[in-house]
């Protein structure tokens, strides 16, 4: 776990010298801290995604120019997602499920910003197993959707990294 804490925040800080067009802060979230979020989410649950409760929370640490990172807990199925500018990379820390990704998310409703969408369900495409201390990359523009183990879940760290 240690590790890729630490790979994450060599990540983060090479992202942040390449392009930091204004000041970035320093940030150093430790493990103990991080190992606490699956409890302090869960206590957040039942959470309202597009007018449906579910039992999904998440917790939105940082926002820079070009990246930002949340800290996700899932005990049910998530909804598909695609971003067009941005990359997201999972650190799987307790738990394990499976992330569905490529093919097609059809009925994929429009999100916050333009080219963000979630929603409808994924057709065709890969899926991969997630278990503790895994990371997976999906680039932008390719549809996603994480789910838990059924009757588990998953906590993971999601690093949005803005698209070149």
């Known amino acids: 776990m ?6 994450l925040a060599i990540f983060c800080l090479g992202v942040a010298q390449a392009q930091a067009p204004t000041e970035v802060k320093f940030v150093h979230l430790s493990a103990e801290h991080l190992k606490g979020y699956a409890e302090k989410l869960k206590a957040r649950e039942p959470t309202e995604l597009q007018g449906k409760k579910n039992m999904i929370a998440n917790e939105h640490f940082e926002l820079h120019d070009n990246f930002s990172f949340y800290e996700v807990r899932r005990d049910e199925d998530g909804l598909p997602e695609q971003h067009a500018r941005w990359h997201d990379i999972f650190i799987v820390q307790q738990g394990s499920g499976a992330v569905l990704y490529g093919g097609k998310a059809e009925g994929i409703q429009p999100g916050n910003a333009p080219g963000e969408g979630m929603g409808g369900k994924m ?42």
Request: a positive charge; proline letters at 6%; glycine letters at 10%.
């Open 2 to 7: 240690k590790i890729h804490t630490l790979l």
């Open 123 to 164: 057709v065709g495409g890969h899926m991969q197993r997630l278990v503790a201390g895994d990371m997976a990359i999906i680039p932008a523009g390719i549809p996603h959707q994480v789910n838990p183990d059924k009757g588990k879940s998953i906590t993971y760290m999601v690093l949005k990294v803005e698209k070149k």
